[in-house]
């Protein structure tokens, strides 16, 4: 394959402009005209951070609907992906012979677990591949995240092991970790693949609240005997690594209820939110060094005109110019955008989802 000569002259900074601006499926198509194109597309740093930047700007939101079970036993889950405006991206139908029991996400691919396999699809290029389910112990937390010097994405599952105590009189029960990686270039593959134990976990998880995936880094929430602002900590996975640590809250953090607790990221951030459960303030506390434990309390959010009983943050939208904003869902089929750097918000009409259930938003982080 040689390069058209009508391209050859064009300076670099303007073919990333022209490439930046195909969808990633188009993009995809165009890997195979030559191979300087291949080698820009898919492994330039420079380019993957301009396409990355552009287009987690414009996010999808995941709803499914689970179809009644078959005679023959199987199950169906469609899978709908919609841009926060309401327009459908894709439709997607799938079958399942075992119930799914998590749906995650990273870098625009998502992922289903269930009790038989892992399937992983992406809506913008319309692929799929299976990777298969782990049956050790019981299921704690299942996370998805992306080694970017290694290139890998990792799946990390916590689960549980039950022992017997004699001192006790009574089974205790131990949590252990393993992980499955997939090269990114080989993500759609089908490839055998094998999990890979690291031995047992220093802490338990609160398996009810969301994980949250930040440059690398898995965080948790550490599940305490009894919730202390003061002591509660965040365990935190390295994929790089391939190791745990330990990140303490920050030391002015007011909030005194686990269930008002949240995590999200934002601007390649790990943040906290901040709210006591019966104030409309909610303050945003930002982790900006990991390794000394610097948080700072950076932004502030008046949600005196929101259902404070029916809301829940989605994600941090980057834009061109200025912090982004966070988009909320509001009861059933409202979103709303909150301008941080404004401190307003913004009403997106409603999307007709009856009968489906959102099941979490979708940044793509530069996949082509």
């Known amino acids: 394959m040689e390069q058209p000569s009508g391209l ?37 740093p420079e380019f993957v951070s301009i396409y ?34 309401g327009t459908l991206q894709r439709h997607f139908t799938t079958n399942f012979d075992r119930k799914i029991i998590s ?23 319309d692929r799929s591949s299976y990777l298969p389910y782990s049956y050790s112990g019981s299921t704690v937390s299942i996370a998805l995240g992306y080694a970017p010097l290694r290139r890998e994405f990792t799946i990390i599952h916590l689960y549980e092991v039950e022992k017997f105590d004699n001192y006790h009189y009574g089974a205790l029960k131990d949590v252990f970790c393993e992980i499955l990686t997939k090269p990114s270039g080989e993500i759609w593959s089908n490839s055998c693949v094998v999990w890979k134990l690291l031995g047992k976990c220093q802490f338990d998880v609160l398996s009810r609240k969301s994980y949250v995936y930040v440059d690398g880094c898995v965080y948790w929430l550490i599940a305490e005997r009894k919730f202390n602002p003061d002591c509660i900590r965040i365990l935190v996975f390295d994929l790089e690594k391939e190791s745990f640590g330990v990140v303490c809250f920050p030391r002015f953090y007011s909030n005194r209820s686990v ?25 945003i506390w930002v982790l900006e060094n990991r390794k000394n434990n610097v948080w700072i309390k950076k ?45 307003n918000f913004r009403s997106l009409d409603k999307i007709n989802m009856q ?12 996949r082509v």
């Open 8 to 44: 050859s002259c064009l300076p670099r900074e303007l073919l990333f402009d022209i490439f930046s601006r195909f969808p990633a499926k188009e993009l995809c198509q165009m890997t195979g005209v030559c191979k300087k194109w291949l080698s820009l597309l898919t492994s330039d």
């Open 52 to 85: 990355h930047h552009k287009h987690k700007l414009n996010p999808l939101l995941l709803h499914t609907r689970i179809v009644p079970s078959q005679n023959d036993g199987t199950s169906s889950i469609d899978l709908s992906f919609y841009y926060v405006d």
């Open 103 to 125: 749906i995650i996400s990273c870098r625009g691919i998502a992922c289903l677990v269930c009790l038989s396999n892992i399937f992983l699809y992406d809506p913008v290029i």
């Open 259 to 283: 269930e008002c607790v949240g995590m999200l990221e934002m601007r390649e951030k790990l943040c906290l939110t901040d709210r006591l459960p019966w104030e409309t303030t909610m303050d």
């Open 299 to 343: 932004y502030s959010m008046d949600l005196a005109h929101i259902d404070l009983h029916d809301f829940k943050i989605l994600g941090h939208v980057p834009s061109e110019g200025g912090e982004g904003e966070i988009l909320i869902k509001i009861g059933s089929h409202s979103f709303v955008y909150y301008d941080i750097e404004n401190c």
């Open 355 to 366: 009968g489906q259930d959102l099941q979490l938003l979708l940044n793509r982080k530069g």
